[in-house]
T-cell receptor
Framework: KQEVTQIPAALSVPEGENLVLNCSFT??????LQWFRQDPGKGLTSLLL?????REQTSGRLNASLDKSSGRSTLYIAASQPGDSATYLC????????????FGKGNQVVVIP | DVKVTQSSRYLVKRTGEKVFLECVQD?????MFWYRQDPGLGLRLIYF???????EKGDIPEGYSVSREKKERFSLILESASTNQTSMYLC?????????????????FGSGTQLSVL
């Protein structure tokens, strides 16, 4: 069974610092990994999707890397801003060819002005 | 941009009531999902539909049913609401990607329905 872990559950950083969020998963046989953002009381917004054949994806200040063999992904947010305060979740395909995602419980981020 | 619309932002229902949660997407996606999100438990898949009139049970289907009569609409039904079904309900959709699997593509979520069962 695929298990996805995000540690720490919550963190605070001063504005302008770079954010590094980690996601680990137990089964390396995945199709892809997605990072999502969730604002309080709202739905999820997909930020980046990394296919299993890729090593990283970039969008603006966001960069996500994937190391399948070690079961790890890192979301890097450059020069954090107060507007980056949110919960960030990662999700992987549960197993090969499966339509179901396994979600981590998220990193709750506060960027302090 | 893809839009996934959930009909209610907040709902308050009584124990034993039949509850309908509606979800509509405007991007002709084949796949639609219902999740519930609870503190400490994360997101759990209730049901999944990969085509009109097709459905597949998720991890926690007990006490729920679904209906997909049209491609753009996916309804979640609580047959007899109970207090342990108080939760945030999230609908999502995605196109079918390479290899025919929904999870090869990004998921697009609605804003969620916070359901309270009293």
């Amino acid at each position: 069974k695929q298990e996805v872990t995000q540690i720490p559950a919550a963190l605070s950083v001063p504005e302008g610092e770079n954010l590094v969020l980690n996601c680990s998963f137990t089964d390396s046989a995945i199709y892809n990994l997605q990072w999502f953002r969730q604002d309080p009381g709202k739905g999820l917004t997909s930020l980046l999707l990394i296919q299993s054949s890729q090593r990283e994806q970039t969008s603006g200040r966001l960069n996500a890397s994937l190391d399948k063999s070690s079961g790890r992904s890192t979301l890097y947010i450059a020069a954090s801003q107060p507007g980056d305060s949110a919960t960030y979740l990662c999700a992987v395909t549960r197993d090969y060819g499966n339509n179901r995602l396994a979600f981590g419980k998220g990193n709750q981020v506060v960027v302090i002005p | 941009d893809v839009k996934v619309t959930q009909s209610s932002r907040y709902l308050v229902k009584r124990t034993g009531e039949k509850v309908f949660l509606e979800c509509v997407q405007d991007m002709d996606h084949e796949n639609m999902f219902w999740y519930r999100q609870d503190p400490g438990l994360g997101l759990r898949l209730i049901y999944f539909s990969y085509d009109v009139k097709m459905k597949e049970k998720g991890d926690i289907p007990e006490g729920y049913s679904v209906s997909r009569e049209k491609k753009e609409r996916f309804s979640l039904i609580l047959e007899s609401a109970s207090t342990n079904q108080t939760s945030m309900y999230l609908c999502a959709s995605s196109p079918t990607g390479t290899g025919g699997f929904a999870t090869n593509e990004k998921l697009f979520f609605g804003s969620g329905t916070q359901l309270s069962v009293l």
